[in-house]
């Protein structure tokens, strides 16, 4: 067996073991255990950084060179996975489903293989480790650190069940949104059911908010502009009988332009508060920010393009969308780039029948590692 092959079936088997065991955000213990484990075992080093799961891995080339970042997140996801694969996972109700057993393995690789051909490196490469990109607030802890203060460009892959294995998709500007979250509260007033006229209904008050916060985008935002707003949950009420006195209800607002992320915090508020003064009741508006929009550097993207055909796989354009990725945290001071890696077409990432077919390991490790070694 070559070497090649040594690291296929190696990085196969951390796959199977990552796969069977899937931990939530913050909460990725032997996850990280298993990732120093390996480094250790291929004489990595790891930065001490005070991460309580997580860690960064550095590789220092011996070619003159900047300090540069790939991202690798680690957590899974509370579903109960669906698939018939003989390494599915073996804790009941998490999974994962997104793919970041791929990314974790990725990452390894990459060590490896930077590790090994430190001779051709450029700079020093940090591997991040990243917990919690499901709850939009690792890429935080990791900054909280100073690992990114030297740091000049950062890059970041996800796993793509929409291609094929051998597929990389790259696109110039942005590729996720800017992710934010509103919590509205509708106060009224409550009473008998048969009496509406003795009370403020927060339920008609809602609805009204609900119509009126949907004509932000069609009237206020620029109609080139990709942006939306979605109500995801409304709760209010104990029974059929009884005007409740309160309504809650909370969405997400997703945008691309700075300036929209903007205009629409302050028009989700005047909306909301309006519309309930109009009816005699009142809205509390809560505005929760999570990570900006990712936006992909030409130059950079233009690299990974270039590296990707050297390598035989076949560049199509990376789907924009309203999703988010954390991932921009670290792309807000400095250059990045963030591509999708083709893992077999199938079910979408974060269905309990998603998978990532094991074939893709090898190129998506060689693929990453070509990022930084010269040819
Ligand atoms: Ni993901």
Redesign the pocket.
């Known amino acids: 067996m070559n070497d090649m092959d040594t690291l296929k079936e190696q990085l196969e088997t951390l796959f199977y073991w990552f796969h069977e065991h899937p931990e939530l955000s913050y909460e990725e213990y032997e996850t990280t255990a298993k990732i120093k484990e390996f480094l250790i075992s291929h004489n990595i080093e790891i930065v001490p950084y005070e991460l309580e799961t997580g860690l960064v891995a550095v590789i220092p080339g011996k070619q003159d060179g900047p300090i540069q970042m790939l991202r690798c ?1 680690i957590d899974a996801l509370p579903i109960i996975e669906q698939t018939e694969l003989s390494y599915r996972s073996k804790i009941e109700g998490k999974m994962h489903a ?3 057993d791929m990314h974790i393995v990725a990452g390894l690789g990459c060590a490896v293989l930077l590790q090994e051909n430190r001779e051709k490196l450029r700079g020093t490469v940090k591997i991040i480790f990243q917990p919690a ?1 499901e709850a939009a607030t690792g890429a935080e802890k990791i900054l909280e650190t100073d690992v990114m203060k030297d740091v000049k460009f950062a890059w970041g892959f ?1 796993a793509d069940p929409t291609n094929p294995v051998g597929t990389i998709g790259i696109r110039e500007g942005y590729v996720t949104a800017a992710v934010d979250r509103f919590v509205i509260t509708v106060k009224g007033v409550g009473c008998h059911g048969a009496h509406p006229d003795d009370g403020i209904d927060p339920i008609l008050v809602s609805s009204a908010i609900v119509q009126a916060l949907q004509s932000i985008v069609s009237r206020n935002i620029n109609p080139f502009h990709p942006a939306l707003l979605s109500v995801t949950r409304i709760n209010a009420g104990t029974t059929w009988n009884v005007i409740p006195p309160e309504a809650f209800m909370e969405g997400t607002v997703r945008t691309l332009d700075k300036e929209d992320r903007v205009l629409y915090e302050k028009r989700v508020k005047e909306v909301a508060e309006k519309t309930a003064l109009a009816y005699g009741a009142k809205a509390l508006v809560e505005w929760i920010p999570g990570p900006p929009a990712t936006y992909n550097d030409k130059k950079m993207a233009k690299w990974c393009q270039k590296r990707a055909k050297e390598q035989g796989m076949k560049v199509v354009p990376e789907e924009s969308s309203l999703g988010g990725d954390d991932f921009a945290f670290f792309q807000e001071e400095i250059p990045g780039c963030y591509v999708k890696i083709g893992t077999g077409v199938g079910p979408t ?1 974060h269905h309990p029948e998603f998978k990532v077919d094991p074939e893709v390991l090898l190129p998506a490790t060689k693929y990453l590692a070509g990022l930084f070694i010269m040819s």
Do not use: R
Request: charged content about 30%.
């Open positions: 997140d997104c793919g970041h990109e996800h990432i």
